[in-house]
Nanobody, 128 residues
Framework: QVQLVESGGGLVQAGGSLSLSCAAS????????VGWFRQAPGKEREFVGV????????????AYADSVKGRFTISRDNAKNTVYLQMNSLKPEDTAVYYC?????????????????WGQGTQVTVSS
């Protein structure tokens, strides 16, 4: 049974930082792209970033939404089956429930429909 478990959410002031973790089990982790999405109240779930694993380069290839580029960083530790989302310079508009998700394919990774497994989400609240 595949499980993705997010942790690390909380309340932070604008300009602060938070680090989220996504721990996976029940899958061959290095074969999956792991994405982060977020959903604010009344809004659709939106792409935040993704980590694809390159076997050729033995490293993570990240990609980000424009809204978080330069502020958020995704990293992964395949030995721990964990992906991290480091969020710096947080803004009130970053407030949302953050989800991690795993995709077996490598295309269309900005779309929720490309992902096979989802975590339960963790709340991030940024106060002004």
């Amino acid at each position: 049974q595949v499980q993705l478990v997010e942790s690390g959410g909380g309340l932070v002031q604008a300009g602060g930082s938070l680090s989220l973790s996504c721990a996976a089990s029940g899958l061959t982790f290095s074969r999956y792209a792991v994405g982060w999405f977020r959903q604010a109240p009344g809004k659709e779930r939106e792409f935040v970033g993704v980590s694809r694993w390159s076997v050729r380069w033995s490293g993570s290839i990240p990609a980000y939404a424009d809204s978080v580029k330069g502020r958020f960083t995704i990293s992964r530790d395949n030995a721990k089956n964990t992906v991290y989302l480091q969020m710096n310079s947080l803004k009130p508009e970053d407030t949302a429930v953050y989800y991690c998700a795993a995709a077996g394919g490598m295309d269309g990774l900005t779309s929720t429909t490309s992902y096979d497994y989802w975590g339960q989400g963790t709340q991030v609240t940024v106060s002004s």
